[in-house]
């Protein structure tokens, strides 16, 4: 794989054999504007198994994911988390003493709230036939840690016992100690950028600056057009202390290809094609879900909206398939219901950039990339984008790392419910090369 992802804009001519072999079709203007129209199906099997519990989710909610730094920056992760899990007991009155587990994740640590589900509510586990999931990022207020070596001497200062020993350790200490550990969304074991990974493997698949730009304005339109339309239906208000009430993502932005055109590369400079306006933003929000047993669920008077069927993970090498999680997991999640592509009528994948998306698009519709990558004898065939993120994405609704998941199956849920679907398909990439792909299931209205 390495040979394949090495190439970076410089290196790679337009005729080059990359971009002959993962050509895709262009992104019509009227794709961009495509609504989600109603997914007529005919009735398909069930993938409920047998002396196999069905789990439901009963509904979900998240508050508004909005960009960093604006009306969530004074507050912590779990301030979010508490109204998120807030709005989901008002709106579905489960009471809080049913609540068998609570499971909260965030993936940037607050270290004043190191276990997070636990500042958020106080609830007793035993028999779980009740969960409640969520997650939670909060960018406005990211650790930053002192350099190592001025770490060190703070630690040998409180364990000095004495006056000579303290001022011993105080001479040592030199200006570039008061250098920070700037945080970055960088892979420990590559020490590169998301972003930079997501530029090589746009040049890998020869994704062009204008198929992304293109791709992040259509994500941006369907997003604007599902918020006016009132269909994002798991956003509950938030009273933000001492501030207005947020009632709506901020990050949703329609502008022009003219003016995307206009960004410089944020990333590999200046060949890049990654660049602000076709990449997801740094996000603030929470979310949550219900989850049940389905007797338990009808027993308590619930009508739940999806069944959880079949899932799998994924991981690939970190330096060269990174965000290639979706091409890897869908296959595979796909075998494991029993289903193809076809039986699909919701997708909703996981948009970190446009560059990632596209390049997924383009491996999961080659056999060759099949065959000599994933020791698979055909393509599992790509999504058809009548089909795919119809409300917008993470490029254009925010990406809170911990967040997502919940959108994402609350999104699939909910367009199935809307549209008249059965099966909705989840896949995200994630840091360390993992994937994760779920198949959502409808339930009988």
């Given at each position: 794989?390495?040979s394949?992802?090495?190439?970076?804009?410089?290196?790679?001519?337009?005729?080059?054999?990359?971009?002959?072999?993962?050509?895709?079709?262009?992104?019509?203007?009227?794709?961009?504007?495509?609504?989600?129209?109603?997914?007529?199906?005919?009735?398909?099997?069930?993938?409920?198994?047998?002396?196999?519990?069905?789990?439901?989710?009963?509904?979900?909610?998240?508050?508004?994911?909005?960009?960093?730094?604006?009306s969530?920056?004074?507050?912590?992760?779990?301030?979010?988390?508490?109204?998120?899990?807030?709005g989901?007991?008002?709106?579905?009155?489960?009471?809080?003493?049913?609540?068998?587990?609570?499971?909260?994740?965030t993936?940037?640590?607050?270290?004043?709230?190191?276990?997070?589900?636990?500042?958020?509510?106080?609830?007793?586990?035993g028999?779980?036939?009740?969960?409640?999931?969520?997650?939670?990022?909060?960018?406005?207020?990211?650790?930053?840690?002192?350099?190592?070596?001025?770490?060190?001497?703070?630690?040998?200062?409180?364990?000095?016992?004495?006056?000579?020993?303290?001022?011993?350790?105080?001479?040592k200490?030199?200006?570039?100690?008061?250098?920070?550990?700037l945080?970055?969304?960088?892979?420990?074991?590559?020490?590169?950028?998301m972003?930079?990974?997501?530029?090589?493997?746009?040049?890998?698949?020869?994704?062009?600056?204008?198929?992304?730009?293109?791709?992040?304005?259509?994500?941006?339109?369907?997003?604007?057009?599902?918020?006016?339309?009132?269909?994002?239906?798991?956003?509950?208000?938030?009273?933000?202390?001492?501030?207005?009430t947020?009632?709506?993502?901020?990050?949703?932005?329609?502008?022009?290809?003219?003016?995307?055109?206009?960004?410089?590369?944020?990333?590999?400079?200046?060949?890049?094609?990654v660049?602000?306006?076709?990449?997801?933003?740094?996000?603030?929000?929470?979310?949550?879900?219900?989850?049940?047993?389905?007797?338990?669920?009808l027993?308590?008077?619930?009508?739940?909206?999806?069944?959880?069927?079949?899932?799998?993970?994924?991981s690939?090498?970190?330096?060269?398939?990174?965000?290639?999680?979706?091409?890897?997991?869908?296959?595979?999640?796909?075998?494991?219901?029993?289903?193809?592509?076809?039986?699909?009528?919701?997708?909703?994948?996981?948009?970190?950039?446009?560059?990632?998306?596209?390049?997924?698009?383009?491996?999961?519709?080659?056999?060759?990339?099949?065959?000599?990558y994933?020791?698979?004898?055909?393509?599992?065939?790509?999504?058809?984008?009548?089909?795919?993120?119809?409300?917008?994405?993470?490029?254009?609704l925010?990406?809170?790392?911990?967040?997502?998941?919940?959108?994402?199956?609350?999104?699939?849920?909910?367009?199935?419910?809307?549209?008249?679907?059965?099966?909705?398909?989840?896949a995200?990439?994630?840091?360390?090369?993992?994937?994760?792909?779920m198949?959502?299931?409808?339930?009988?209205?």
């Amino acid at each position: 794989m390495t040979s394949l992802l090495t190439y970076t804009f410089k290196s790679l001519p337009s005729t080059s054999k990359w971009a002959l072999r993962f050509s895709l079709r262009p992104l019509s203007s009227s794709s961009q504007l495509q609504a989600a129209a109603a997914v007529q199906t005919k009735s398909k099997k069930t993938l409920a198994k047998p002396n196999i519990r069905n789990i439901v989710v009963v509904d979900g909610v998240r508050i508004p994911f909005l960009q960093s730094g604006t009306s969530y920056k004074e507050l912590m992760p779990h301030d979010l988390a508490r109204a998120a899990l807030l709005g989901l007991l008002h709106r579905t009155s489960v009471p809080k003493d049913v609540v068998d587990y609570l499971v909260f994740g965030t993936v940037i640590q607050e270290v004043k709230t190191s276990n997070v589900a636990r500042e958020v509510s106080l609830i007793a586990s035993g028999q779980f036939d009740v969960v409640v999931a969520g997650g939670v990022e909060l960018m406005s207020d990211i650790p930053i840690r002192h350099s190592r070596k001025m770490r060190k001497m703070m630690l040998d200062l409180n364990k000095a016992k004495t006056l000579g020993q303290r001022l011993s350790l105080i001479s040592k200490f030199r200006l570039n100690f008061l250098s920070p550990e700037l945080p970055a969304v960088a892979e420990f074991s590559t020490s590169e950028t998301m972003g930079h990974s997501a530029d090589r493997l746009a040049a890998a698949f020869a994704v062009s600056r204008s198929e992304q730009d293109e791709y992040a304005l259509r994500s941006h339109s369907l997003a604007k057009k599902a918020q006016d339309e009132g269909l994002l239906s798991d956003v509950v208000p938030f009273k933000v202390p001492g501030k207005d009430t947020v009632t709506q993502d901020n990050g949703i932005r329609p502008s022009s290809l003219e003016q995307m055109a206009k960004l410089k590369p944020a990333f590999i400079k200046p060949y890049g094609t990654v660049t602000a306006a076709n990449s997801s933003f740094l996000t603030d929000g929470a979310s949550a879900v219900l989850i049940m047993a389905e007797e338990k669920a009808l027993a308590m008077g619930y009508k739940p909206k999806a069944y959880l069927r079949d899932f799998t993970y994924v991981s690939q090498d970190p330096k060269d398939q990174l965000l290639l999680g979706p091409t890897y997991a869908t296959p595979k999640v796909l075998e494991k219901a029993g289903l193809t592509m076809n039986d699909i009528d919701a997708f909703e994948f996981h948009e970190a950039f446009s560059g990632q998306i596209l390049a997924n698009l383009k491996a999961m519709d080659s056999d060759w990339f099949a065959q000599n990558y994933m020791g698979r004898k055909a393509k599992v065939g790509s999504p058809p984008l009548e089909k795919f993120n119809n409300w917008g994405g993470s490029l254009s609704l925010g990406h809170p790392f911990g967040a997502t998941g919940c959108r994402l199956v609350m999104t699939a849920a909910n367009r199935l419910r809307k549209e008249g679907g059965q099966y909705g398909l989840v896949a995200a990439c994630a840091a360390g090369g993992q994937g994760h792909a779920m198949i959502v299931e409808a339930y009988p209205k």
